[in-house]
């Protein structure tokens, strides 16, 4: 009771510093907050597990396995799918947000039993992760898409997106010291009591936002919507928009795990070299390096997400903000071709990583705001997952060619991703004509105009 009267006074504060960065109205600010608290634990919890996750892979198996652990989620997803469409039968909003977050806290407690008795947990746990990663934080946006409408959604998601941001951040930052100190299986026990938070603020906010606000959320999906989830590859194929909208995740996740594996590379022969000469284990290296790593990145991110991200948008719109990732790629991995030494990589992955993160996240997420709700759901969580890692199931193979049968160096996938990258912004090209024939304007800047 004193919780919950505790919570009820923090959220109803008047929090004007929220307007510093976009246009919050009065009676929008609880819900704000509340997805925002909600948003930055989900992410807090997700990075205190991703240095534990790159540790024990790394250590167990290289880059190379870590690679093909990547592939292998894209299987895995797609053998949920068929599960997912069970739930989202049965459940939706809060209850089908609140089931998966339920369901991923005992996977887990799982590891943390397995990994107290000493049971290699380096590749499962890897796989997990990455499938954590996506089914969770995919159903949290689609929970935010599904109840703001385009206008509020449009004002609003940078904000929202800015407590990820910095639960990212501050999870990050936090994993090296909390590391030493907990040690690698406390940090999943303390992960797993994080997450159970966030199952206390999924309800409140959905109540939370104002009826002006809302879009038209709906309950469970009525049985024709329910059969084609359960076939979702048919409804994303089906839809010129949609059809582009899994390209263009499948290309963007191809080049952001490709220099995930050449970022894995150099970490692990440059930790390889630091232990050499004394001091700490290739593990403890390697778990330090990527605790900065990614608390570089998410300071970054966070920066970009508060003061940069609603002025791009104000600027050149959606279609614009799509444009600046492949640019940033195709230099990126221009540089490390010629220059394929450790600090340029990680600079590189750096800058990718944030702007992917920030401007990147929220542009992608802001793109299903004016699609159905059989769309939101079924077409979203298709992409979100099974064409997301589809990227990675290309790239698994892609390693596997390139090192074992074609004897490619680091110079040789750089410039492969520099290709990548060129298709990238041809797909992005007809996802902006394709965007233009919505008769709802989402973000200003497109070109869009009101149907009348």
């Given at each position: 009771?004193?919780?919950?009267q505790?919570l009820?006074?923090?959220?109803?504060l008047?929090?004007?510093?929220?307007?510093?960065?976009n246009?919050?109205?009065?009676?929008?600010r609880?819900?704000v907050?509340?997805?925002f608290?909600?948003g930055f634990?989900?992410?807090?919890?997700y990075?205190?597990?991703?240095?534990i996750r790159e540790?024990?892979?790394?250590s167990?198996?290289?880059?190379?396995?870590?690679s093909?652990a990547?592939?292998?989620q894209?299987v895995i997803?797609?053998?949920s799918l068929p599960?997912?469409?069970?739930l989202?039968r049965?459940?939706s909003?809060?209850?089908?947000?609140?089931?998966?977050?339920?369901?991923?806290i005992?996977?887990?407690?799982?590891?943390?039993?397995l990994g107290?008795?000493?049971?290699p947990?380096g590749?499962?746990?890897?796989?997990?992760l990455?499938?954590?990663?996506l089914?969770?934080?995919?159903?949290y946006?689609?929970?935010?898409a599904?109840?703001?409408?385009?206008?509020?959604?449009?004002?609003l998601?940078?904000?929202i997106?800015?407590?990820g941001?910095l639960?990212?951040?501050v999870?990050?930052?936090?994993?090296?010291y909390?590391?030493r100190v907990?040690?690698?299986?406390?940090?999943?026990?303390?992960?797993a009591?994080i997450l159970?938070?966030t199952t206390?603020l999924?309800?409140?906010?959905?109540?939370?936002v104002?009826?002006?606000?809302r879009?038209r959320?709906?309950?469970?999906?009525a049985?024709?919507?329910?059969g084609?989830?359960?076939?979702?590859?048919?409804?994303?194929?089906?839809?010129d928009y949609?059809?582009?909208m899994a390209l263009?995740?499948?290309?963007?996740?191809?080049i952001?795990?490709?220099?995930?594996?050449l970022l894995?590379?150099?970490?692990?022969?440059?930790a390889?070299?630091?232990a050499a000469?004394?001091?700490?284990?290739v593990?403890?290296?390697?778990?330090t390096i990527y605790g900065?790593?990614?608390?570089?990145?998410?300071?970054?991110?966070?920066?970009?997400?508060l003061?940069?991200?609603?002025?791009?948008?104000?600027?050149?719109?959606?279609?614009?903000?799509?444009?600046?990732?492949?640019?940033?790629a195709l230099?990126?991995?221009g540089?490390f071709?010629?220059?394929?030494?450790?600090?340029?990589v990680?600079?590189?992955?750096?800058?990718?990583n944030?702007?992917?993160?920030?401007?990147?996240?929220t542009t992608?997420?802001a793109?299903?705001?004016?699609?159905?709700?059989?769309?939101k759901?079924?077409?979203?969580?298709?992409?979100?997952?099974?064409?997301?890692?589809?990227?990675?199931?290309?790239?698994?193979?892609?390693?596997?060619?390139?090192?074992?049968l074609?004897?490619?160096?680091?110079?040789?996938?750089?410039l492969?991703?520099?290709?990548?990258?060129?298709c990238w912004?041809l797909?992005?090209?007809?996802?902006?004509?394709?965007y233009?024939?919505?008769?709802?304007?989402?973000v200003?800047?497109?070109?869009l105009?009101?149907g009348g």
């Amino acid at each position: 009771m004193i919780a919950s009267q505790l919570l009820s006074q923090i959220t109803n504060l008047r929090w004007r510093r929220f307007s510093l960065f976009n246009e919050v109205e009065v009676g929008e600010r609880r819900g704000v907050f509340l997805l925002f608290l909600q948003g930055f634990l989900l992410l807090f919890a997700y990075y205190l597990l991703k240095p534990i996750r790159e540790a024990l892979i790394l250590s167990e198996g290289g880059a190379e396995v870590r690679s093909y652990a990547v592939a292998a989620q894209a299987v895995i997803l797609f053998l949920s799918l068929p599960l997912y469409g069970v739930l989202l039968r049965s459940r939706s909003g809060v209850r089908l947000l609140r089931w998966i977050t339920f369901f991923l806290i005992s996977n887990l407690l799982v590891f943390y039993v397995l990994g107290r008795m000493g049971v290699p947990i380096g590749v499962p746990f890897f796989i997990w992760l990455g499938i954590f990663s996506l089914m969770l934080i995919s159903q949290y946006w689609v929970f935010a898409a599904d109840l703001f409408n385009v206008e509020s959604g449009r004002r609003l998601f940078a904000i929202i997106a800015a407590g990820g941001s910095l639960g990212a951040w501050v999870g990050a930052s936090s994993a090296g010291y909390l590391f030493r100190v907990v040690g690698t299986f406390n940090l999943m026990l303390l992960a797993a009591v994080i997450l159970g938070g966030t199952t206390l603020l999924c309800g409140r906010a959905a109540l939370a936002v104002p009826r002006k606000s809302r879009g038209r959320m709906r309950g469970m999906l009525a049985a024709g919507e329910g059969g084609a989830l359960l076939n979702g590859l048919q409804l994303v194929l089906r839809d010129d928009y949609l059809r582009l909208m899994a390209l263009f995740v499948v290309l963007l996740n191809l080049i952001n795990t490709t220099g995930e594996f050449l970022l894995a590379k150099v970490v692990l022969a440059h930790a390889t070299t630091l232990a050499a000469a004394g001091g700490a284990t290739v593990r403890e290296l390697i778990g330090t390096i990527y605790g900065e790593f990614y608390g570089w990145v998410n300071l970054l991110s966070l920066l970009l997400q508060l003061f940069v991200v609603s002025r791009i948008y104000r600027l050149v719109g959606i279609c614009g903000a799509l444009l600046v990732m492949p640019f940033i790629a195709l230099v990126g991995y221009g540089a490390f071709a010629f220059v394929p030494i450790f600090s340029v990589v990680w600079l590189l992955k750096v800058i990718e990583n944030s702007v992917d993160y920030s401007l990147q996240n929220t542009t992608r997420h802001a793109l299903f705001l004016p699609v159905g709700h059989a769309a939101k759901y079924a077409g979203k969580t298709t992409i979100d997952t099974f064409f997301w890692r589809c990227g990675d199931l290309i790239q698994g193979g892609l390693v596997f060619v390139g090192s074992t049968l074609l004897g490619f160096g680091v110079e040789q996938f750089a410039l492969l991703n520099m290709a990548f990258a060129g298709c990238w912004l041809l797909v992005i090209l007809a996802i902006g004509r394709e965007y233009r024939q919505f008769n709802t304007p989402v973000v200003e800047g497109c070109g869009l105009e009101s149907g009348g």
